[in-house]
């Protein structure tokens, strides 16, 4: 276990005491309701070229919601954008990092695809003076202010409505790539709604049934859900899936056996099979990170960080610490968990059409399917 990965653990493991004990003040800051986009233009500076490094495109909610979000604050506020695809590459998203700074940007927004590999890179951009916005995934470097939604909450709200869908039963708990620090905060989470179960006996994990992802992949997670399945006679009754999209491979394996609407499964990022699922009954939960807000809000504290590099000025930014124990700034926006008792959220938003949400669900069913 590396260095950094220990000094993870212990610091989620600190959060989550001081969550539970209610005495004392947790390093993470508090979601916060974002700044709205309309303080774009008050924001810009006279030059303000924008570097995105995007990890990949193949999840279709960074194409689809976050690049524009970014895109239209950016025009809002008279920013100039220019963003790249790491295609799930480490090397590569090295190099567009590299090439961005040789652009001339004044800021860069980084998703990281692998966060120990591209930390040289955040030092180059660091050491130009170039501010650096850590992208929905955490950048172990003080220097960088982290922007994500709030995923220690996003862990709870599965898991909440997991439990509450199967009280008692053995559990598999499908994690994301180990390599990033997201599923740690997503398992911590997690971890503060079943403790207790599982100490009183309700809820077992059995050996084997708590798998990381490489590259959070669908694929990847079917084949541990297969295993899992196997391993325990198909004895499980409900799954934490830590997206959306392994979500999919794990429904895959429990529908191979008749299983996917009988075990209860939660996940998160709103995408827009996983919503169907809901709407269909094989999903109990999708927490909704709002990507484009977040790509927007994105746009917003760049343009702030063209005017001032501080990122502790930027706008609902509040003091924090890496999970390395660094001290930084963050900028947590609040999720939503999806059920089907609120699906006319999204529906609301635009985020999803009914012809989407409610494809091969029984009319009048469910809420929001007539």
């Given at each position: 276990m590396s260095i950094r990965r220990t000094a993870s653990i212990m610091a989620i493991a600190a959060l989550v005491f001081a969550a539970c004990g209610g005495g004392g003040a947790t390093t993470a800051p508090a979601a916060t309701t974002a700044p709205a986009?309309?303080?774009?233009?008050?924001?810009?500076?006279?030059?303000?070229?924008?570097g995105v490094a995007w990890s990949t495109f193949q999840e279709e909610r960074y194409g689809?919601?976050?690049e524009p979000g970014i895109k239209a604050a950016l025009a809002a506020g008279g920013g100039e954008y220019i963003g790249n695809d790491a295609k799930n590459n480490a090397e590569t998203q090295a190099s567009n990092v590299a090439a961005l700074i040789a652009a001339g940007v004044n800021v860069i927004v980084i998703n990281a695809y692998d966060p120990e590999a591209i930390l040289p890179s955040v030092k180059a951009a660091v050491d130009a003076g170039i501010p650096v916005i850590a992208y929905d995934r955490e950048l172990e470097n003080a220097n960088a202010l982290f922007l994500t939604h709030d995923n220690v909450e996003v862990g709870r709200m599965i898991a909440r409505d997991v439990v509450k869908?199967?009280?008692?039963?053995?559990?598999?708990?499908?994690?994301?790539?180990?390599?990033?620090?997201?599923?740690?905060?997503l398992r911590a989470g997690m971890e503060e709604i079943i403790a207790p179960l599982i100490a009183s006996g309700d809820i077992t994990i059995p050996a084997g049934a708590e798998v990381d992802t490489d590259g959070w992949k669908a694929e990847v997670a079917q084949t541990s859900m297969e295993q899992?399945?196997?391993?325990?006679?198909?004895?499980?009754?409900?799954?934490?899936?830590q997206n959306d999209n392994m979500a999919t491979g794990a429904v895959a394996a429990l529908k191979a056996?008749?299983?996917?609407?009988?075990?209860k499964i939660g996940a998160q990022d709103g995408d827009k099979f996983a919503l169907n699922r809901v709407a269909l009954g094989t999903q109990v939960v999708s927490v909704w990170k709002d990507a484009t807000e977040l790509g927007t809000e994105a746009g917003v504290a760049a343009l702030q960080l063209c005017k001032d590099p501080d990122i502790s000025k930027v706008a609902g930014a509040t003091a924090s610490k890496t999970t390395g124990g660094l001290d930084t700034s963050a900028l947590l926006l609040a999720p939503i968990p999806i059920t089907q008792a609120n699906l006319q959220v999204v529906l609301d938003a635009k985020w999803i059409t009914e012809a989407?949400?409610?494809?091969?669900?029984?009319?009048?069913?469910v809420t929001g399917c007539p």
């Amino acid at each position: 276990m590396s260095i950094r990965r220990t000094a993870s653990i212990m610091a989620i493991a600190a959060l989550v005491f001081a969550a539970c004990g209610g005495g004392g003040a947790t390093t993470a800051p508090a979601a916060t309701t974002a700044p709205a986009a309309t303080t774009a233009a008050t924001a810009a500076a006279t030059a303000c070229k924008v570097g995105v490094a995007w990890s990949t495109f193949q999840e279709e909610r960074y194409g689809l919601r976050d690049e524009p979000g970014i895109k239209a604050a950016l025009a809002a506020g008279g920013g100039e954008y220019i963003g790249n695809d790491a295609k799930n590459n480490a090397e590569t998203q090295a190099s567009n990092v590299a090439a961005l700074i040789a652009a001339g940007v004044n800021v860069i927004v980084i998703n990281a695809y692998d966060p120990e590999a591209i930390l040289p890179s955040v030092k180059a951009a660091v050491d130009a003076g170039i501010p650096v916005i850590a992208y929905d995934r955490e950048l172990e470097n003080a220097n960088a202010l982290f922007l994500t939604h709030d995923n220690v909450e996003v862990g709870r709200m599965i898991a909440r409505d997991v439990v509450k869908a199967a009280p008692t039963g053995n559990y598999a708990i499908i994690k994301g790539d180990k390599t990033q620090t997201n599923p740690l905060f997503l398992r911590a989470g997690m971890e503060e709604i079943i403790a207790p179960l599982i100490a009183s006996g309700d809820i077992t994990i059995p050996a084997g049934a708590e798998v990381d992802t490489d590259g959070w992949k669908a694929e990847v997670a079917q084949t541990s859900m297969e295993q899992i399945l196997t391993a325990n006679n198909n004895d499980i009754q409900a799954v934490l899936s830590q997206n959306d999209n392994m979500a999919t491979g794990a429904v895959a394996a429990l529908k191979a056996q008749g299983l996917d609407k009988t075990v209860k499964i939660g996940a998160q990022d709103g995408d827009k099979f996983a919503l169907n699922r809901v709407a269909l009954g094989t999903q109990v939960v999708s927490v909704w990170k709002d990507a484009t807000e977040l790509g927007t809000e994105a746009g917003v504290a760049a343009l702030q960080l063209c005017k001032d590099p501080d990122i502790s000025k930027v706008a609902g930014a509040t003091a924090s610490k890496t999970t390395g124990g660094l001290d930084t700034s963050a900028l947590l926006l609040a999720p939503i968990p999806i059920t089907q008792a609120n699906l006319q959220v999204v529906l609301d938003a635009k985020w999803i059409t009914e012809a989407e949400l409610c494809k091969d669900v029984a009319a009048g069913s469910v809420t929001g399917c007539p």
